[in-house]
């Protein structure tokens, strides 16, 4: 069992920045690739990005604004976004699994409960 818990969200203006955090606890494993995942009002959850052995992937949307990295030795993973813009604006969720398709929410089998970030004009 693994435990996520995001951090970090709130409320930030057009072009600024904010970092995400996902603790982790539990039985984690080096081997979990680790995704964000967001879902905007009224829409459905959509990939963001995922880290696995060191290599991300992320969606065009926010490619080139937003970085994931992460702190092993603190079972911690990170989601740095910048540039941000009113249509980032949504719940953002974290996730782990042993093997996943990547770009996809398919094969993370443990969940974060979300952070609100909400972005201004």
């Known amino acids: 069992q693994v435990q996520l818990v995001e951090s970090g969200g709130g409320l930030v203006q057009a072009g600024g920045s904010l970092r995400l955090s996902c603790a982790a606890s539990?039985?984690?494993?080096?081997?979990?690739?680790m995704g964000w995942f967001r879902q905007l009002p009224g829409k459905e959850r959509e990939f963001v990005g995922d880290?696995?052995?060191?290599?991300?992937y992320y969606s065009d949307s926010v490619k080139g604004r937003f970085t994931i990295s992460t702190d092993n030795a603190k079972n911690t993973v990170y989601l740095q976004m910048n540039s941000l813009k009113p249509e980032d604006t949504a719940v953002y969720y974290c996730?782990?699994?042993?093997?996943?398709?990547?770009?996809?929410?398919?094969?993370?089998?443990?969940w974060g409960q979300g952070t609100q970030v909400t972005v201004s004009s």
């Open positions: 880290i696995w052995s060191g290599d991300t």
């Open positions: 996730a782990a699994g042993i093997f996943v398709r990547r770009g996809t929410s398919t094969g993370y089998n443990y």
């Open positions: 539990g039985r984690t494993s080096i081997n979990y690739a």
